[in-house]
């Protein structure tokens, strides 16, 4: 069966950097592209950052742009997302998706809370 698990979520202080990892397993990675979305309470899901494939194109929310860093390691099946000044509207679950063509999966996420 095919997994995304996230991982990294945690509660930090406004300033402060999180790294998430996404591990994929059951299906072929390195073909998908990988993205990361967030869904704040009462706020509908939106995308923070995406990949290709191969990891050559990234692309940013403005809200995050300088800020967040997506990357990818195909030999590991992972997908991360370096977070640095983290703002409290930064507080949401994080979601990773894998898209290739009509199939698309997703995670069940990870709770980032920015709070002092």
């Known amino acids: 069966q095919v997994q995304l698990v996230e991982s990294g979520g945690d509660l930090v202080q406004p300033g402060g950097s999180l790294r998430l990892s996404c591990a994929a397993s059951?299906?072929?990675?390195?073909?998908?592209?990988m993205s990361w979305h967030r869904q704040a309470p009462g706020k509908e899901r939106e995308l923070v950052a995406g990949?290709?494939?191969?990891?050559?194109?990234?692309t940013y929310a403005d809200s995050v742009k300088g800020r967040f860093t997506i990357s990818r390691d195909n030999a590991k099946n992972t997908v991360y997302l370096q977070m640095n000044s983290l703002k409290p509207e930064d507080t949401a679950v994080y979601y990773c998706?894998?898209?290739?063509?009509?199939?698309?999966?997703w995670g069940q996420g990870t709770q980032v809370t920015v709070s002092s």
């Open positions: 990949i290709t494939s191969t990891g050559d194109i990234t």
């Open positions: 059951k299906f072929i990675f390195s073909r998908y592209v």
């Open positions: 998706h894998a898209v290739l063509l009509s199939l698309n999966y």
